[in-house]
């Protein structure tokens, strides 16, 4: 109960931003502003808050092996999912491509961010965000070639953001943080700072949450057609059974700290990310295949993922 107690305020939120976009007091036309807020201003606010002073993010290992395993997993997620399109019976390539990157990519940012600031350390919370560099990586480039079936051209740009910014300066200042203590004026002023930031970065998760819903909502009418049931069935089968049981797996044997075992749990707990809704109608996909992926896993993943981190934690011998 404890943690589907912390699962359901998140997908409340989603809900709350489908109705405001259903009664039109969130409009499509504030979407970009409040995009740009969100990314730009208040995810680096969270992100400073979460890395600065966090014991977690000076030990050597916190810092390279997180993006890895971030990395490799969307390689073997996707990759698997891929394996199993034939069963769902869709017809272009471009359906089938769309069925395997939102299937196999986890909602890695404002769904497990909130559960790992309610169920863990703020350890955990600092080795997420170095986690998702590595799968932003991968999103934004073979992700993004591999939807759009050419090359990745220009990709790159795409990854150079805000939020790494933010972390890549925490990081160095966390680190330094350590050898250095700055003057007492100096102290002093980052602190006035830093609440500030504080209060901004409380604000990054429902913002984007509300967004998320909103995004649903626009594309809800889309979602039948096509081959709805074949696409549900293996899109839960390969999200939220598949690749919950390699990734917990993965958490109890591979030798890391306990903080990135967390992360990993919590991974492969989650369902698919919105995001490949609408990089799919920009890249040559298919946003239905997209939503009905998305929507499926996440209503199902209400109930599954409370259940995949409690048995993940106690295999991987977290709890």
Not at 85 to 94: A, C, D, N, V, Y
Not at 285 to 294: C, K, N
């Amino acid at each position: 109960m404890t943690l589907f107690s912390a699962v359901v305020p998140v997908f409340g939120l989603m809900v709350a931003g489908f109705g405001m976009r259903r009664v039109r007091w969130l409009t499509a036309e504030a979407d970009q502003s409040l995009l740009r807020i969100c990314v730009n201003v208040l995810l680096p606010s969270l992100i400073f808050e979460s890395v600065l002073g966090n014991e977690a993010l000076r030990r050597p290992e916190n810092l390279w092996l997180p993006p890895l395993v971030g990395v490799v997993t969307v390689l073997v997620s996707v990759g698997l999912a891929w394996l199993v399109t034939g069963l769902t019976k869709l017809e272009t390539p471009g359906e089938r491509r769309t069925f395997a990157l939102t299937t196999g990519l986890q909602n890695y940012g404002y769904i497990p961010l909130p559960l790992c600031i309610l169920l863990f350390d703020p350890g955990t919370v600092g080795v997420l965000l170095v986690h998702n560099v590595g799968v932003e990586i991968m999103l934004w480039t073979v992700g993004i070639a591999f939807l759009s079936g050419g090359g990745w051209r220009g990709s790159w740009k795409r990854i150079i953001n805000a939020p790494l910014v933010a972390l890549l300066l925490a990081l160095a200042l966390n680190v330094i943080g350590q050898h250095i203590s700055p003057p007492p004026l100096i102290h002093e002023a980052g602190l006035m700072a830093m609440t500030g930031i504080h209060w901004l970065g409380q604000c990054a998760i429902p913002l984007a949450l509300l967004m998320i819903g909103a995004i649903i909502a626009d594309h809800i009418s889309e979602i039948h057609g096509g081959r709805f049931g074949r696409v549900v069935v293996m899109a839960l089968a390969v999200r939220l059974l598949a690749l919950p049981i390699l990734f917990m797996l993965l958490a109890k044997y591979l030798p890391c700290s306990i903080e990135l075992k967390r992360v990993i749990v919590v991974e492969g707990a989650m369902a698919s990310a919105v995001l490949p809704i609408a990089l799919s109608k920009h890249y040559g996909g298919d946003p239905r295949t997209a939503l009905q992926v998305v929507l499926s896993t996440s209503l199902a993943g209400l109930v599954t993922i409370p259940l995949w981190i409690k048995w993940g934690c106690h295999f991987a011998g977290l709890w």
